[in-house]
């Protein structure tokens, strides 16, 4: 018998969510043996716009994105819905639009409008009452108890770890399902957040090469106590990194020859997206 998203976040057992950004990369990760999936907002704006994430892209877009996921894949999708996109009420219309879109897991944070990056600097954060207004209408936009709302805090950059500490008590007293502490500094800091949080509510870690939180793997996040371990933006990172190459050696070469060992071929790539299986249901009508 299947179980929920919610019941799974019960289970002890970590889970680990990679970053996708469309549904060949959603497809793809379901493949791979995945339970859930993260929309990363930092990847959309990545390949959809091919610019930072600096909060340029919009609930529309994400909302679309989302959908056309939710449409070719059957596991739970967490989906990063920045700051609600606006205030209360325009978080209340993001909950409703993502939850249409069939996002098992929002994520809303604590930034302000526009935000930026978690891992860049620069941030600035919204009182403490303003973002348990915007959880609380978040919670009452939602159809369903099932549409699970995670809250984020961005404010040990900004007010310290100890600040960060007490809006996520803030956060958990509002009623929502999950907590995400972002860019925790160093092994101690994440220690301490899990010795106070991880016993009461799933507690999220967030990974990302580069950043400013250590990238340990999903196994020893466990251990500590996180309950949902993302790699938002590795997907992206290592599309970016394949493409670099593989575009240099078309130009260099002319020819895609030298980089066919590294690519699926025309009948690989088909057999991956499904084509034969949806050809076939064709032939029933």
């Known amino acids: 018998m299947s179980i929920s998203f919610k019941q799974r976040l019960d289970q002890p057992k970590v889970l680990l969510a990679p970053g996708i950004y469309d549904p060949l990369t959603a497809l793809i ?37 989302l959908a056309r996921i939710t449409e070719r894949v059957s596991i739970p999708v967490i989906v990063d819905a920045d700051t609600g996109f606006g205030n209360a009420l325009n ?40 973002m348990c207004g915007k959880l609380k209408a978040a919670l009452d936009a939602r159809k369903s108890s099932e549409t699970l709302i995670l809250a984020r805090t961005d404010a040990l950059a900004v007010e310290g770890f100890e600040a960060a500490m007490e809006r996520a008590e803030a956060y958990l007293a509002c009623g929502v399902d999950a907590l ?19 016993g009461r509510i799933p507690l ?8 400013k939180t250590p990238v340990q793997s999903a196994k020893v996040l466990g251990d500590k106590g996180f309950r949902i371990v993302i790699f938002p933006g590795g997907t992206a990172r290592a599309v970016a990194f394949t493409l670099q190459k593989y575009y240099a050696s078309l130009h260099a070469h002319q020819t895609t020859a030298q ?6 071929d025309f009948d690989q790539l088909n057999e991956v997206i499904g084509t034969p299986e949806l050809l076939a249901l064709g032939q029933r009508y």
């Open 29 to 65: 990760a379901e493949q791979a043996g995945f339970e859930a999936l993260y929309l990363s907002g930092a990847s959309i704006a990545y390949t959809k716009l091919g610019r930072s994430d600096i909060g340029l892209t919009t609930a529309t877009e994400v909302a679309d994105t």
């Open 91 to 130: 978080t209340m219309r993001t909950v409703r639009a993502f939850e249409q879109a069939g996002a098992a897991m929002l994520q809303l944070e604590d930034q302000t409008f526009p935000k930026r990056c978690g891992h860049l600097d620069g941030k600035s954060v919204v009182p403490t009452l303003e």
């Open 180 to 198: 995400f502490i972002e860019a925790l500094r160093t092994p101690e800091q994440m220690a301490l957040a899990c010795a106070r949080f991880a």
């Open 204 to 211: 999220l870690a967030n990974m990302v090469e580069g950043g």
């Open 259 to 264: 980089m066919q060992d590294q690519m699926l």
